[in-house]
Structures are given as structure tokens and as C-alpha cells.
């Protein structure tokens, strides 16, 4: 009987293995059906990139009414099917012009909650069009704007041309403000290099009246010598930069009166070695808000102006931190109280509300907890409460709540999943609250789901949705994405990440890996959602044979203070000690080859790259370092005062994290690649890490791309990501 039975186990697990075997061959055929990606299907500059991703639907808001926007029409969208209605063609609003053409109706406005007016432009002239009436009902001229801000309030719009400041009023007539921009002085754009949420130059005011704007005088910025070399004799191109450490540009903010045409500057005093950020207007548009910073950047101030004389009012509060504050948005009043505003500080540790009077008396903190206020979206106006995007629920995760302005009780106004409002967060300038802020419209997104579109009553919570892409990638063979935990090197923070197995995998084989990294400030590279938010390049490689790790180490993003400042002084050195832990996670999977591991990033990932390839020559065995920065002394002065001081306070952290010393460790491949006129992350960090590559001896390779900045556009980036794919084919497979 036992040997029987024995017999009997040993066939079982033979009949197990074949089956097990007969699965494998099974998943590999079905496998080797599904259609393979191309880079012109995976990457943004590709021809067939746009049929790849999730489809959408182009929403905004006429007052509390949903409405749809597409290239020839728009209309309404019911809020509980999702069905769409026309109200109006671009065949007949172009048919009301008397020249010209509009493009498109993609970025159509309704900029009044009770008329039937559209907004819309071309290269001519911004027009009204009533689509019940069918005609035009007011036109402005727009020729050669730039940087052009309209006001529904008054109709008026500021705009740059020729370097100087210009307004176009409601009647057409265009005055010029300046007559002193040039290079050197640069009215109407954004300053201190587009740091502190800084994306515009013009502010304005409520009622339409008056604008705020930016005057940045930086004549005493040295000039980096870009090149240009499409013309015949290559010609100089430069850029203003300011380095660390070096003469930074002097802002000054000036008030137009639109009634009387005058102008005033705030009187803010000396503004050298001072950023003035955060422009908001007060609801009765006679004073202006502005947080003020010293140089350091350790220490901020809110303080209001006279809209009328400039003179300073008040300093309603200030904040310091040893290290370094970094206010981002500016104070936003109730709209049901104009006594009372909300100010965000991450002052406890994590981004909160806080809430004021006029007067500068703190009321109380709205919001707390060891998580992050990520976007403070609007107001439900009747409720009284405040609409916010968080990260509560799961630190890589954003999720939408109601918040009660006097007890702090929050109401989730979603699943509790997945990454929602992302659609606003990443670039757009969508509108996701109605004029009441009763209704909100939510793009949101899970690891499983493309994108979903719900309309959600902030009141009641009560959601619907109306549209869900489907997969783009159906009939595809799609790589498994997973996400995880592991310690940071002060073995007790959660770091998270993404892994991205190789299409067909086999857990009895051995791949080589890529670890992807970034690593730097105001960056979350690893979110629930769609394929964890997968960089499609990652596709394409695992399509090829590689396991992919991602890994968000200390330093990166919506974490909370702490998180973030634990490099301050020393760039790189924590974010290397996690990303190895990393390593070592990689190390323990049986799966993953440990001779054949590379690492790729861009700008700071470039950074990261180098520095893991020069600090840790033995683990890596190639690189691919895009854009990267070499030795921070050579970087701009707000982001890189900001993390490591100047080069004289702080001579020890940038000779610890400068990678020319660490030339002569290189001994894996390692390609750098740069565009030739990166204004960002100069060529200059580039070309003297070869240098110092070449004095002692090491081999690394280089490409650029002439005429390009800090990354690729169009379809060089396809180029661009087949080069960095042949060059792990080449030295790592």
C-alpha cells in the first residue's frame, strides 16, 4: 500500500508539472497572438500615440449647467447619463464671422452663467458668440498676443507684445502700459523661474478693473551662452541664468487702473534677493495679497497693499523654517465671507488649511493629519464647506472630500480609490467645481481603470458616472503592474513602488532590470493610478525582456515636510541610500538577474543616475542619464538655494554631491544625453562630467540633440526612446 500510494503521489505531481508546463506554453501562444507595441504606439511624439491612450470626454461648466467641448460642437451633458445634446456648431459660428476662421471648439469658455455666450479665439480675433440668437455678440481684436489673460468682469485683456505690456479694453482699444521691455525688462510673464506655483504674470481683480502684474528687471543676470547652429554661422542665442549662489533678477509688482489708466507699484521696498509670490486680490478688488520670501527662503510673509496707492496695509503673517518654506498657492478667500480667507502651510509638518480674518487673526486649523492637502479645488457656497483633493485615504492615492470650515469634519465625495481630479492636477486648466460648487465633475483613474468620468453632488455625495474609457490596450500583450512597500534606509519610513514584470514572465527565470528613477523634490513617480502611472516607455521595454522597478525614495513628493527635507544640505546622498534598498529588495527575488541591472532617469533622475553609477560601479552594470545635473553650483538659483543654500554657505554639501570628483568611479556604460539647448539644466553639466571623464581615464558615451531644450519634443522623443532602448539592448541583455 505505501508503495502504491507513493506511486501514486510521484504521478500526481508529475500530472501537476505537465499541467503546470502545458499552462506555460498555453499563456506564452496566447501571449505571442496579442499584437506588439511599437514606440510610435507607446510614446507621446508617436504617430499612433493618441489612439493608445484612454478616451475622454471635454468637460466644463456654464454656471451649474455640465457642458461638453469638441472640435466642431459643443453642448450640454446630462448629469445623470452622461448624454450629450449640441447647442451650437463651429460651421455656425464661423458662418457669423466676417473673416477668418476658429479652429476648433475644444477649448471653448461660457464665462457667463446666465446667457448663451461661448468664448473663443484664433489668431485674430476673440469673440462672443450666442448660440441661441446665432450670431456674433462681441469681438476683440487678439493679433500677435502673448501671454494673454481675459477677464470676463470687464472684457478687457492683458497681454505681451514686442516685450511690452499691453491691455485691449470691452470697446478694442489697446493701450500700452510700458515702453521699457525688452530682454532685460520683462513685464506681464512669469519670475522667479516659474518656483512657488508661479505660471503667469498677470492678476485680475475681481471686478475686472484693475491688474497686477509682474515687472522683472534682470539686466544684472548673467547671460549662458546658447547657441544656435541652424543658421549658417552658428549664432548666439543666450539665455538670462542665474546660477547659485550668483545676482539673482529684482521683481516688482505694478497695479493698472483700468478707469483712470494709471499705474502704481507696490511698495514692497528693496525687492533684491526677495521673491514675491502669490498674488490674490481681495473680493472688492481695492487690496492686493502677496506672500513675500527672503533669499534664503526661510523665511515668508503675507502681507495686503492699497490696489490704489500701493502703499503696504498689513503683514498678516509670517512663518519661518530652518530649512526652507515653500509656499505654493495663493490665499483664497470665502466666497460667502469676504472677512475670511484660507491660507495653506505645511507649518505641522504636512500642507493644511488654516483659516484667517482680514485682520490677520487666526480663526483655526482646518484640516490635520499626517497626510497632505493637495489642492484646495473651491467652495460649495450654500453648504459652506471647502472642496479639497487629498492624499488621506493612502499616500499614493488622490481623493476628493467636503470639508466643514468649522468643526474639520471631512465627507468623502468619492470611492475612496484610486488617483480622482487628476485630470486637473496634471497640466490642465479644466474647470472640476459649477459656478455654486454644488456639482463637480471627477477624472479619475485606478491601477484597473483607464479613466472614469463621475458627476458628484458635494452636498450629498451622491455620484454618477457618465463616461468610462474603455482599455486602449485591449488585444495588446500588457506587461503585469504591481505596487508595493518596502523601508527606507532609516528603517522605518514606507517607500513605495512600481514594478513592471516582463510580458510573459517567468518566475523561474532570470531578466534583467531597470530600475527607472527620478527621486527629486515635488515629484510622486508611483500612483493607484492607471498601471500604477507606468511611464509607457516601461511597456516597451518589458515587452523586450526586462523587469522595470520604480521606486518614490525620502526627498519626493506629497509626504509631508519631514520626508521632503531630509536632503536638504546634501542632494542625492538619502535618495541614493533608499533607491539601494531598492537594490536590495531587487537582490532578494530569485527572478531578477543581479549581474544585468541598469538604471535610467531624466533632470534630477539624470542626477540620481550618474551618481548611482559613479557611487555604486559595481551594481550597476549601464546607465542612461538624460538632462542631468552635474554639480548643483551650476544649477539656477531658486530651486537650488532652496535644497542645498549657495555654494559659499554650504561648500562641504556641494562638494559631496558634485559628480566630477566621482568621474574617475565610472565603470559600467554609461550614454548621457542632453539637448543641445537645454535652458533648464544647462549643457555646461554635461560637458564638464565628459571632461572629467576624459582626465582620468573613464569611457562614457554621449549624444545630444541639437536645437532642443530639457526634453525632446514631437517625435524625437520617439527617436530619443529607441536610443535608450538600443542602449541597454546593446550592453545589458
Keep these: 500500500m505505501a508503495r502504491s500510494a507513493g506511486l501514486t503521489t510521484t504521478g500526481r505531481m508529475a500530472r501537476r508539472a505537465l499541467a503546470l508546463l502545458a499552462a506555460m506554453v498555453t499563456a506564452q501562444a496566447m501571449t505571442a497572438q496579442l499584437k506588439q507595441f511599437t514606440l510610435e504606439d507607446l510614446n507621446f511624439g508617436g504617430t499612433n500615440y493618441n489612439n493608445m491612450r484612454p478616451k475622454n470626454m471635454y468637460l466644463t461648466w456654464w454656471g451649474d449647467r455640465l457642458m461638453y467641448q469638441d472640435a466642431e460642437d459643443w453642448g450640454t451633458v446630462d448629469m445623470e447619463t452622461g448624454e450629450k445634446t449640441a447647442v451650437a456648431t463651429l460651421d455656425e459660428v464661423n458662418a457669423a464671422l466676417s473673416g477668418g476662421k476658429m479652429a476648433s471648439a475644444m477649448s471653448v469658455r461660457f464665462p457667463y452663467a446666465d446667457r448663451t455666450l461661448a468664448l473663443l479665439k484664433n489668431s485674430k480675433e476673440r469673440v462672443l458668440y450666442d448660440w441661441k440668437a446665432k450670431k456674433i455678440a462681441w469681438r476683440q481684436p487678439c493679433e500677435g498676443e502673448e501671454h494673454s489673460d481675459w477677464t470676463a468682469a470687464s472684457r478687457a485683456v492683458a497681454f505681451v507684445r514686442d516685450y511690452q505690456l499691453c491691455v485691449t479694453d470691452a470697446s478694442g482699444a489697446i493701450r ?26 498677470t492678476f485680475w481683480s475681481p471686478d475686472g478693473q484693475r491688474l497686477a502684474f509682474y515687472r522683472m528687471d534682470q539686466s544684472m543676470v548673467t547671460d549662458y551662452p546658447q547657441v544656435n547652429t541652424f543658421t549658417r554661422i552658428a549664432t548666439e542665442e543666450p539665455d538670462k541664468y542665474p546660477m547659485a549662489g550668483m545676482a539673482s533678477h529684482k521683481v516688482t509688482v505694478g497695479v493698472y487702473d483700468l478707469q483712470t489708466g494709471t499705474t502704481v507699484y507696490l511698495k514692497a521696498g528693496d525687492p533684491t534677493d526677495r521673491y514675491f509670490t502669490n498674488i490674490a486680490w481681495s473680493p472688492d478688488s481695492k487690496t492686493v495679497y502677496m506672500i513675500e520670501l527672503n533669499r534664503d527662503q526661510t523665511d515668508m510673509a503675507l502681507r495686503s497693499y492699497d490696489a490704489a496707492t500701493g502703499e503696504r496695509t498689513a503683514t498678516l503673517y509670517t512663518e519661518h523654517n530652518d530649512k526652507y518654506v515653500q509656499p505654493m498657492t495663493p490665499i483664497t478667500f470665502l466666497p460667502w465671507d469676504d472677512s475670511k480667507f484660507l491660507l495653506q502651510s505645511q507649518r505641522d509638518g504636512y500642507n493644511h488649511l488654516y483659516l484667517f480674518d482680514t485682520s490677520g487673526r487666526e480663526l483655526r486649523q482646518v484640516t490635520s493629519g499626517q497626510w497632505v492637502v493637495i489642492e484646495l479645488i473651491g467652495f460649495n457656497k450654500a453648504k459652506k464647506s471647502a472642496i479639497i483633493l487629498s492624499n488621506e485615504a493612502s499616500p499614493i492615492q488622490n481623493n476628493v472630500y467636503a470639508v466643514d470650515l468649522k468643526t474639520g469634519r471631512r465627507t468623502p465625495l468619492d470611492n475612496g480609490q484610486g488617483m480622482h481630479c487628476n485630470y486637473t492636477m496634471r497640466g490642465y486648466n479644466a474647470i472640476t467645481l459649477s459656478e455654486s460648487g454644488k456639482w463637480l465633475f471627477d477624472h479619475n483613474t485606478a491601477p484597473d481603470v483607464p479613466r472614469n468620468i463621475n458627476v458628484t453632488n458635494t452636498a450629498t455625495a451622491d455620484s454618477r458616472l457618465i463616461f468610462s474609457s474603455p482599455d486602449p490596450w485591449q488585444g495588446y500583450a500588457v506587461p503585469e503592474f504591481s505596487c508595493g512597500t518596502i523601508k527606507a534606509a532609516d528603517d522605518s519610513t514606507d517607500l513605495y513602488y512600481r514594478m513592471v514584470k516582463p510580458i510573459g514572465f517567468d518566475p523561474s527565470k532570470k531578466y534583467p532590470t531597470v530600475v527607472y528613477v527620478y527621486g527629486g523634490p515635488n515629484v510622486r513617480n508611483v500612483e493607484a493610478s492607471w498601471h500604477y502611472a507606468s511611464r509607457t516607455w516601461e511597456t516597451y521595454m518589458a515587452q523586450k525582456g526586462y523587469l522595470l522597478f520604480i521606486l518614490d525614495n525620502r526627498g519626493s513628493s506629497d509626504r509631508g515636510r519631514d520626508f521632503e527635507q531630509v536632503t536638504f544640505r546634501h542632494l542625492g546622498q538619502e535618495e541614493m541610500k533608499d533607491q539601494m534598498r531598492g537594490v536590495a529588495y531587487l537582490k532578494s527575488l530569485a527572478y531578477v538577474d543581479t549581474t544585468r541591472m541598469g538604471i535610467h532617469g531624466w533632470s534630477y533622475g539624470g542626477f540620481m543616475t550618474t551618481s548611482l553609477m559613479t557611487t555604486y560601479p559595481d551594481v550597476f552594470k549601464v546607465g542612461v542619464a538624460g538632462g542631468p545635473v552635474i554639480d548643483w553650483k551650476w544649477y539656477e538659483v531658486m530651486y537650488g538655494e532652496r535644497y542645498m543654500d549657495t555654494p559659499e554657505a554650504n561648500p562641504e554639501g556641494y562638494a559631496e554631491t ?68 538600443q542602449y541597454f539592448e546593446e550592453n545589458l541583455k
Design 176 to 201: 500700452t502700459l510700458t515702453t521699457d521691455g525688452s530682454r532685460d525688462i520683462v513685464y506681464g510673464q512669469a519670475v522667479h523661474r516659474n518656483e512657488f506655483g508661479i505660471m503667469k504674470g
Design 658 to 725: 558634485s559628480l566630477i570628483t566621482k568621474a574617475k568611479n565610472l565603470k559600467g556604460k554609461l550614454q548621457i544625453i542632453i539637448g543641445m539647448n537645454d535652458p533648464t539644466v544647462v549643457p555646461q553639466h554635461a560637458l564638464q562630467f565628459i571632461n572629467a571623464c576624459t582626465e582620468a581615464g573613464t569611457q562614457p558615451d554621449f549624444f545630444v540633440y541639437p536645437g532642443e531644450g530639457h526634453n525632446m519634443a514631437g517625435h524625437k522623443s520617439v527617436h530619443l526612446h529607441e536610443r535608450i532602448t
